[in-house]
Nanobody, 119 residues
Framework: QVQLVESGGGLVQAGWSLRLSCAAS????????MGWYRQAPGKQRELVAG???????NYADYVKGRFIISRDNAKNTVYLQMESLKPEDTAVYYCKIDSADSTWRRIYWGQGTQVTVSS
């Protein structure tokens, strides 16, 4: 059973930075995309950023220019560098790994890490 272990969350002041990491407990075959989602209280989970196996990235408009997603394929790890944090970035952040082949697809989620930004 593969587990995704997230780390790097915490309580920071507005304008500060955090770096989230998400590592798979063992190798995952045929990873297609890796991404970060977040869920604030009372809201639905939403995509923050994603990165394909080829390194193509996409970001939610509200984090463009502030967050950077990256991945280390050899380590099955994905990162989210968050700069200029705002109180509205407060949420539980989840990583997701999507793997697939011609006949199957598997999606893995992390347990979530809390990010709290105070004003």
């Amino acid at each position: 059973q593969v587990q995704l272990v997230e780390s790097g969350g915490g309580l920071v002041q507005a304008g500060w930075s955090l770096r989230l990491s998400c590592a798979a407990s063992r190798s995952i075959f045929s990873i297609k995309t890796m991404g970060w989602y977040r869920q604030a209280p009372g809201k639905q989970r939403e995509l923050v950023a994603g990165i394909t196996s080829g390194g193509i990235t996409n970001y939610a408009d509200y984090v463009k220019g502030r967050f950077i997603i990256s991945r280390d394929n050899a380590k099955n790890t994905v990162y989210l560098q968050m700069e200029s944090l705002k109180p509205e970035d407060t949420a539980v952040y989840y990583c997701k790994i999507d793997s697939a082949d011609s006949t199957w697809r598997r999606i893995y989620w992390g347990q979530g890490t809390q990010v709290t930004v105070s004003s």
